[in-house]
């Protein structure tokens, strides 16, 4: 008995040891990780020790600032994480200088006493409780350890905002600096509760901010930010995992799942070569250099070590992303939470950021994204290098952003709503087979209405609006892009002249060329060219970056539909990826059958496609195929073999139960009549997919 007692003794305490350990491993996880970034930077370390002042100040910085994005007194923070870095840095030759200790001490010294403040809560509780955790533990591996009063006041001014009481990104940043302090203080509860709050966040939500059943990421209300805050998403979770890996604290594998899942099949697929669709950065969109993804392949390397479960998937990914050779494989899929489509192919991306009732259009806030007015309406990011629209924005005309249909004003309109309002429309939505699909949106903004609908295929993406509708005196235009101005612009095979901006009427069967990318247009249309240098500032359209103008050349082309239209429409088919030289043949294997204020269709004879969006229930007729819905849908009819047909069909309004299709061919064969049960929940508004033959 007593010998039992004693092993279970033992077996208690060897526990308390491991999780001691535990917490001592983990911390020093987090050193090595921290200290990384001071490598080699004894220079910088040396530079601010000799600008810092006796009182452990510096003079170029303004400690009652209070500014909302840059704030002065974060350099006083970073300045002393590098005097620390050098200091606690195992190889530096600054390891063992009192000087550099002493300026680190007196510098968190003035910081204590100073107590700087910004009015945008992000940097008071997120931002410097995280940076002074990260400090305190790198000085935990220091030669000479800090003072344990001073650290004890750092660690009680750590204690600020309350992850409980926040969604998302916002969440598990609060919960990182409660982490770094459970770190430091040994605290297992601490510890236990801030990882619970830093994994809460990957899970899927339905009404709320954060990850949602299509996954796609949601902030700022019902926002997409698939980047933005979906990257400070990815980029806490995929921390503190890290740091807990094989640990008794490590995030369970229904999560990891769920984390892989956003990150492979969401978010990097909106990166085509490292540089990222321009709609999913909400209003980041106004920020330099935000486009270009640098540090994708680290984060993989992280998370390969935890997710073996498809480690075969990123021992390729890794691989291709170090050579520059993504393969960006088939891939189509339409975010029904988010109001977001992408479409892949290997030679390009083609993806669409639509609005509606159910999502917030994207915001402007803390004086960020100025402009950014029509920025959910229908644009398309279309990318065959990936460079095409990055950091263009500043040069941007902000009433064309490509894929949009807008007025045409004279000077750019700002957008005076802040923080993201709701659309007024609620049909929007789209199919998926994965492979194609269809997107449509009822723009209904700004005193313009547009039924706008794209059908992708492989060569080519079909864009259609019908019933525009606007009042106003100023023109109404659908642009078809807005980019870079890179190689010749070409019409029909004859080069445009440089800076020249034309608007003609074209007749049907116009091929446009600029920087592989072709443009079909189907029928006669009233179209812009623009080949010009244009200018503008960051300032202009984010109030925290310079205001030197900047210029550069753009090819901008659009479809003018006039003053006031009634009932306008357009057609054009955007062929991607076709290299210089020759102009691809027209497209004239895709048959739009419809484009009028009922419906729109298209059929691609080649891949034996049959595309259609009905905004009202009814009949369509495409080809020799007669559908009656009994309610509004987006569909798509695609020939297997053996007779077998695939009907794809989602609800963008989000309401039916059930979807009573009635399917004739004019072959003489019965009517199918199909009864599809709509899916239910927060699968509403996504793809249902049925088989049948005739
Ligand atoms: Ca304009």
Redesign the pocket.
């Known amino acids: 008995m007593q010998k039992l007692f004693l092993a279970i003794a033992l077996v208690a305490v060897n526990l308390t040891i491991q999780a001691q350990t535990g917490i001592e491993a983990i911390m020093k996880r987090v050193y090595e990780e921290e200290i990384k970034t001071y490598k080699g930077k004894e220079k910088q370390a040396y530079g601010h020790l000799r600008a810092q002042q006796p009182d452990g100040s510096w003079k170029d910085i303004n400690y009652k600032d209070s500014s909302m994005t840059v704030w002065s007194a974060t350099k006083h923070m970073e300045r002393l994480l590098s005097l620390a870095g050098a200091y606690a840095e195992a190889r530096s030759a600054l390891k063992e200088s009192t000087n550099i200790y002493k300026g680190l001490i007196n510098g968190l010294q003035f910081w204590l006493n100073e107590n700087p403040l910004s009015k945008n809560w992000w940097h008071n509780q997120i931002d410097m409780p995280q940076k002074t955790g990260e400090l305190l533990i790198m000085m935990r591996y220091a030669d000479q350890k800090l003072p344990a009063d001073l650290e004890q006041q750092l660690i009680e001014r750590m204690k600020r905002g309350n992850p409980d009481a926040m969604t998302g990104a916002n969440k598990t940043d609060i919960a990182m600096h409660f982490f770094y302090r459970a770190l430091l203080t040994g605290n297992k509860e601490l510890l236990t509760h801030s990882l619970e709050q830093l994994f809460m966040p990957v899970a899927l939500v339905d009404g709320k901010e954060g990850l949602q059943y299509d996954f796609s990421y949601l902030q700022h209300g019902p926002q997409l930010y698939i980047s933005g805050y979906g990257e400070e998403f990815i980029k806490g979770v995929l921390k503190i995992s890290t740091y807990v890996a094989g640990t008794p604290y490590a995030m369970n594998k229904e999560k990891l799942a769920l984390f892989s899942e956003f990150y492979r099949n969401t978010y990097l697929k909106t990166i085509r070569n490292n540089y990222i669709d321009f709609s999913v950065h909400g209003r980041g969109v106004s920020r330099p250099d935000i486009l270009l993804k640098k540090g994708e392949i680290n984060r993989m390397k992280n998370l390969v070590l935890q997710d073996v479960g498809n480690s075969l998937y990123w021992g390729n990914t890794i691989r291709d992303w170090t050579n520059n050779k993504a393969e960006n494989p088939p891939y189509h899929q339409h975010f029904w939470k988010g109001d977001y489509t992408l479409h892949i192919r290997p030679a390009y991306n083609f993806n669409v950021r639509i609005a509606s009732s159910r999502t917030k259009r994207t915001e402007a806030g803390n004086k960020e994204n100025l402009y950014g007015k029509f920025l959910p309406d229908g644009a398309t990011n279309i990318q065959v290098e990936g460079p095409e629209y990055y950091n263009i924005m500043p040069l941007w005309?902000?009433?064309?952003i490509p894929g949009t249909t807008s007025k045409?004003?004279?000077?750019?309109q700002p957008l005076t709503e802040f923080w993201g309002v709701a659309g007024n429309n609620r049909f929007a939505g789209g199919i998926s087979d994965k492979l194609y699909g269809v997107t449509a949106y009822q723009l209904q903004y700004n005193g313009v209405k547009a039924n706008k609908a794209w059908f992708f295929f492989d060569d080519q993406v079909v864009c259609l609006g019908s019933g525009l509708q606007a009042d106003g005196n100023?023109n109404l235009?659908t642009t078809v892009n807005q980019t870079w101005l890179k190689g010749t612009v070409s019409v029909n095979s004859k080069n445009q002249a440089i800076q020249t901006s034309v608007t003609k009427e074209y007749p049907g069967g116009t091929m446009v060329y600029h920087n592989q990318v072709a443009y079909y247009f189907p029928e006669a249309t009233k179209i812009g060219i623009s080949n010009k240098t244009q200018s503008g500032s960051w300032y202009r359209i984010n109030n925290a970056h310079p205001a030197r103008v900047i210029s550069g050349d753009i090819f901008k082309m659009w479809i003018d539909h006039g003053a006031a239209p009634g009932n306008a429409s357009y057609a054009y088919v955007v062929m991607p990826g076709v290299k210089p030289g020759k102009d691809p043949a027209p497209p004239t294997f895709i048959k739009i059958l419809e484009n009028n204020n009922h419906q729109q269709a298209v059929f691609h004879a080649g891949l034996n496609i049959y595309q259609a969006v009905l905004y009202e229930a009814g009949n369509i007729v495409l080809g020799d195929i007669s559908i009656k819905t009994d309610h509004p849908c987006l569909l798509q009819l695609k020939a297997e073999s053996n007779g077998v047909w695939q009907l794809s069909v989602a609800d963008p309004l989000q309401s039916a139960e059930n979807l009573n299709l009635l399917i004739g061919k004019n072959d003489g064969s019965k009517p199918k009549l199909l009864k599809v049960q709509m899916p239910d929940g927060p699968y509403k508004g996504s793809t249902k997919q049925v088989s049948f033959k005739w």
């Open positions: 005309e902000w009433d064309k045409d004003y004279a000077e750019d100023e235009v």
